[in-house]
Nanobody, 120 residues
């Protein structure tokens, strides 16, 4: 129904920067919000950043001031700019999108993820 494809992951030096991209395709009508989650081995998946239709953004406390999320609604593309990367940021980053479902519910979609590696 909705396809999400991430790109931009890879090896990033400690203190370096990277930009992740996520492109949505398929049944993309009425997508309300897009965002990024990450999961490191042995850890729970956590919200990194999200952005809503009105431009409102949310960030995990651990990335505030260093990560920036942005969105092109016309192209259904979301980016995550990551600066001052630390080894703790190494994880699989997954793009997600939500759209309205029945009875005021939300229908989530997930991309396959992209690996970000930050050597110590």
């Amino acid at each position: 129904q909705v396809q999400l494809v991430e790109s931009g992951g890879g090896l990033v030096q400690h203190g370096g920067s990277a930009r992740l991209s996520c492109a949505a395709s398929g049944n993309i009508f009425s997508i309300d919000a897009m965002g990024w989650h990450r999961q490191a081995p042995g850890n729970q998946r956590e919200l990194v950043a999200g952005i809503f239709d009105d431009g409102t953004t949310i960030y995990a406390d651990t990335v505030k001031g260093r990560f920036t999320i942005s969105r092109d609604n016309a192209k259904n593309t979301v980016w995550l700019q990551m600066n001052s990367l630390k080894p703790q940021a190494a994880a699989v980053y997954c793009c997600n999108a939500v759209r309205p479902a029945g009875d005021s519910g939300l229908e989530p979609y997930w991309g396959p993820g992209t690996q970000v590696t930050v050597p110590s």
